[in-house]
């Protein structure tokens, strides 16, 4: 964090009275800086002036409204306000995912405004009026009334080490399109290059280096313009009336370099911010000028959306680098969230205690990225002869779906086109939203999506009513027990729906979840297959979107069949959550968020194994079997034994164990680059500094072992009126 400077001006008075607590605490940071768990302090620098925070997020505005930019008057028309949802797409992976989200948006736009564009012109062609009688008596609609009217338009942020990174968006297919890039607005790319213009050679924390000098940087000193803009909407005014987004998403591969190392060091950098204004107890100014921009505080929920890598592929074996760099982003993690959560040794409410616990996300969403390979065992293909380009685009579009499910569960009608509801017909009072709040009191931690969608079902009469004697029977009625079935089934091609559903993490190996899902089946859902698997028994809460097209009405048994299955397979949650969608899809859709039991899968056990094992361990326990028992026994055991874990384990982690190459030679270079780039000594940050420690894999396996051990008492009646004897049995 920057030290404050003693002399200030009239406007950075202003802030301060804004952002920092009483003066006693200003001086206490000042001689004991904030620390993260590694003991090196933060540093990200934030924009102190308010005016220029202000200024910064209204030209991001006007660039992301153009159209209402030019129009605009500012005594006759309201100011737009951001998106309620930004995505943030880091690395090669996270971006192009980030941009299929963008395209899909931007093409749904399109077809609902073509479509009510014909549907209009129909409406003042006058029907004579037994024409009308005819189509409302018998139900007659258009085809658009069967498409989805999907109008969430996310802030798009796409950001990479590569130079390159906007030729490589422009000349994608999507970026060919006519129109695409110039026309959706809401897309921003991160111009990182000036820092770093070579990616970061498939190893985090160099990744993380580069992203703290990115963090660290004065914006004013950097040589691309719009960097400020996106730096005062992402870092300095989140959470705040004048920035209007509440929820984020930061989608990155857990695999690689660039995203792995980066997503957490912005997601802390937020976070940092965020919280700061949660010490923030002075009295606002009520001058006119203030009032309409005043740093009013809201609660934000922040998401990791993660793509492990494949565990293993049909016999060949997967780079190592892969498991042990996602094992790092994991172990981390779930030390932060350790320190976060649960860790109250030494219970402190001060500032300086609680900043000392942030944590990068309130939850980090895990998917696999087996999904396809699952899909292709599924359906009976040759996995060997699928395009790798096919299943990284099948994989995004599993992404998607969920990222437009959890979209549209919280979306709030200012993400609406202004006519939405009214043309769509449908009626905001039968929704169930989750707030921002909502996701952040139910999600947090890991958490794992099972997805699964059906058409909807064709209710033809066969036969006459019972009125005249004969039973009406009604085909294709919607299988609720089918639907939440394939939701938990391993990843599958729906054929019919053109979705791909299942789990986006499997509880355990492949083979043995099939068999247990087999016998779940056979025995007609009886949940005993499966509730002891750790995945669903020490599973803390699940939240479940429901999404339904807009004139399907959910049937009461439907709904209480769901909560039966639920209930059922999630025998311990604390916490179950609902959200009732109408009018985002076309076909009726489940999404079941499972939170903080997925550590406990076997591939999340085994990609955090790979990297202490590799990074960690003393050399006789580098390459036997004794640390992936030890890590087992350090999880069940009734007390955990610390000193075997120093034993077992170096105090700091090796990176030169990932790299093929002379780490003591690299380091230098890249601490010159900080130095060159940040030229300030008190704000100096070695690489050594940012090291996992062995502190940091004794709080995650700390995390490991709440996990494993939670569970509920059931709610039992408690009377003081006992029954008489004599009507005891």
């Known amino acids: 964090m920057a030290t404050k400077k ?63 930019a030019n129009q605009q008057d500012a005594d006759n028309q309201k100011q737009p306000q951001f998106p309620s949802v930004c995505l943030i797409g880091l690395g090669r992976c996270g971006s192009n995912i980030a941009l299929d989200v963008a ?35 018998l139900h007659l609609k258009g085809s658009h009334q069967l498409k989805p009217v999907f109008l969430i338009e996310p802030l798009v942020m796409l950001g990479d080490l590569d ?20 026309d959706y607005t809401k897309m921003k790319i991160m111009d990182l290059s000036e820092v770093h213009a070579g990616g970061s050679g498939n190893a985090p924390i160099l990744g993380q280096y580069l992203a703290k000098i990115i963090l660290n940087k004065d914006t004013q000193r950097f040589s691309n313009p719009d960097w400020k803009f996106v730096h005062s909407y992402l870092i300095d005014s989140c959470g705040i009336k004048a920035n209007q987004s509440r929820l ?19 997601g802390l950098a937020q976070q940092y911010a965020y919280m700061s204004k949660t010490f923030d107890v002075r009295a606002q100014s009520e001058d006119s000028s203030n009032r309409g921009h005043s740093f009013v505080f809201e609660p934000i929920f922040t998401s990791g959306i993660c793509i492990l890598p494949n565990i293993s592929d049909h016999g060949v074996e997967m780079s190592e680098a892969l498991h042990i760099n996602a094992g790092r982003l994991l172990c981390k993690y779930l030390s932060e969230e350790w320190d976060f959560s649960y860790n109250f040794d030494n219970e402190d409410s001060s500032e300086a205690s609680v900043m000392h616990r942030i944590r990068p996300w309130n939850a980090m969403m895990l ?50 086109d202004e006519n939405y509801f009214r ?22 931690g890991p958490v794992a999506v099972a997805y699964a969608e059906s058409v909807i079902p064709a209710s033809i009469p066969q036969g006459v009513d019972k009125l005249r004697g004969i039973d009406t029977k009604k085909i294709g009625e919607l299988n609720i027990d089918d639907l939440f079935y394939r939701s938990i089934d391993l990843p599958h091609f ?92 076309a076909n009726i859709s489940l999404t079941t968020l499972i939170v903080k039991s997925p550590c406990l899968s076997d591939d999340f056990l085994t990609l955090i194994v790979a990297f202490i094992k590799r990074c960690f361990a003393k050399d006789s326990y580098r390459f036997d079997e004794q640390l992936d028992s030890a890590m087992l026994d350090f999880i069940r055991a009734e007390e955990f034994d610390e000193a075997l874990v120093d034993k077992m384990l170096n105090e700091y982690e090796n990176p030169a164990k990932i790299l093929d190459t002379n780490w003591y030679a690299i380091k230098p270079m890249y601490e010159k680059k900080y ?33 494993y051990r939670h569970k509920i008492s059931k709610t039992r009646i408690v009377s003081l009126n006992s029954l008489p004897k004599d009507v005891k049995n």
């Open 163 to 182: 130079k390159d990174i906007e030729g490589r968006i422009r000349f994608s297919h999507k970026g060919e399109r006519a129109g695409f890039l110039k």
């Open 423 to 444: 043309r769509a017909g449908i009626d905001i009072g039968e929704t169930i939203r989750l707030d921002a709040n909502d996701l952040f009191m139910s999600l947090a």
């Open 494 to 585: 729906n054929k019919v729906t053109q979705a791909i559903e299942g789990i986006s993490l499997l509880p355990i190996e492949s083979a043995r979840y099939r068999e247990a899902l087999a016998n779940y089946l056979q025995k007609g859902y009886d949940a005993n297959a499966l509730k002891d698997l750790h995945f669903f028994k020490n599973c803390s809460s699940v939240v479940s979107i429901i999404s339904l097209p807009k004139d399907y009405k959910l049937s009461y048994m439907d709904l209480n069949k769901l909560k039966s299955h639920l209930n059922a397979l999630f025998p311990n949650t604390t916490l179950k959550r609902y959200a009732l969608v109408i009018g985002a899809s």
């Open 248 to 266: 984020y998403f930061y989608i990155f591969s857990a695999g690689g370099g660039t995203g792995s190392g980066m997503a957490s060091e912005f």
């Open 367 to 416: 998917i696999s990225n087996d999904i396809m390979r699952y899909a292709e065992e599924t359906d009976e293909g040759a996995i060997q002869h699928i395009d790798v380009n096919a299943m990284e685009k099948y994989a995004n579009q599993y992404i998607s779906q969920q990222i437009f499910n959890i979209l549209t569960a919280q979306a709030v009608t200012t993400d609406y």
């Open 675 to 707: 130095r060159e780039l940040i030229n300030d000594s008190e704000k100096f940050c070695s690489i050594n500094d940012i090291r996992l420690s062995r502190d940091s894999v004794k709080k995650a396996i700390k995390y490991l072992r709440e996990i």
């Open 103 to 137: 395209s899909l948006v931007y093409n749904a736009r399109n077809f609902y405004l073509n479509e009510f564009l014909s549907e209009e012109k129909e409406v003042r062609e006058p029907d004579h009026m037994p024409m009308r009688w005819i189509k409302r008596s």
């Open 6 to 68: 003693t002399s200030r001006t009239t406007e950075s008075t202003e802030l301060d009275d804004v952002i920092t607590a009483s003066p006693e605490a200003e001086v206490e940071v000042i001689s004991r800086p904030l620390t993260n768990a590694n003991g090196n302090g933060y540093m990200y620098f934030t924009e102190r002036d308010l005016n220029k925070i202000l200024h910064n997020l209204d030209t991001l505005r006007d660039s992301v409204y153009p159209h209402l």
